[in-house]
């Protein structure tokens, strides 16, 4: 199977093993779902509305019902908050969460390094987003005979960085939510 964040359907069978005891459905029933989880999967979720916020956006001066000046305000505020937000969650993650989880069932270890890998490859997903959100900064705050061509640009980039960010952050929580209603939050502070 091709674990690589631009191609996988999801987690492989070996690294589902908790999530089948601690099924999505039955997380907020868990006796150990606590304030630590709901925060982390509220910012996962915050990072699915900041993408779907833009791509509305997007599509909005695509069907000529914005301007290029209120998509270009859009792509600034959410586009920014989506990188700075998530290199800093994901940063979190690499240097505290995954090594303290990783320790705690070693039937996962391969999963968190799955998970690391997909940070590096959203670096690389986060830097063209950030070109096409350049681009079209650009283009649609000045004089452009068409805007449009660069909300275009832009709404490929984001489709894709979608793409793989929904896939990353579901297979991300099906992997650390078990290990937390399993195990506990011990060490993650």
Not at 23 to 52: C, K, T, V, Y
Not at 57 to 66: C, G, N, V, W
Not at 82 to 103: C, K, M, N, S, W
């Amino acid at each position: 199977m091709d674990l690589s964040l631009d191609t996988r359907p999801g987690l492989p069978e070996a690294l589902r093993v908790l999530l089948r005891d601690h099924p999505r459905e039955a997380w907020e029933a868990d006796p150990n779902f606590n304030g630590l989880i709901a925060f982390w999967l509220d910012r996962h979720m915050m990072f699915r509305q900041l993408s779907e916020a833009l791509t509305s956006e997007a599509q909005s001066l695509l069907d000529a019902q914005t301007d290029p000046r209120r998509f270009a305000g859009a792509v600034g505020r959410h586009g920014s908050m989506l990188v700075q937000q998530l290199r800093g969650h994901h940063q979190i993650e690499d240097h505290h969460y995954f090594p303290v989880l990783a320790t705690r069932d070693t039937r996962l270890e391969k999963g968190f390094a799955l998970l690391d890998a997909d940070h590096h490859a959203l670096d690389a997903h986060l830097e063209r987003f950030v070109q096409a959100a350049n681009g079209a900064l650009q283009l649609a705050t000045g004089d452009s005979p068409d805007p449009r061509r660069a909300a275009g640009d832009f709404l490929a980039a984001n489709d894709v960085l979608a793409r793989v960010l929904t896939r990353h952050l579901d297979d991300e929580e099906d992997l650390i939510v078990p290990v937390i209603l399993r195990y506990g939050t011990e060490g993650l502070g």
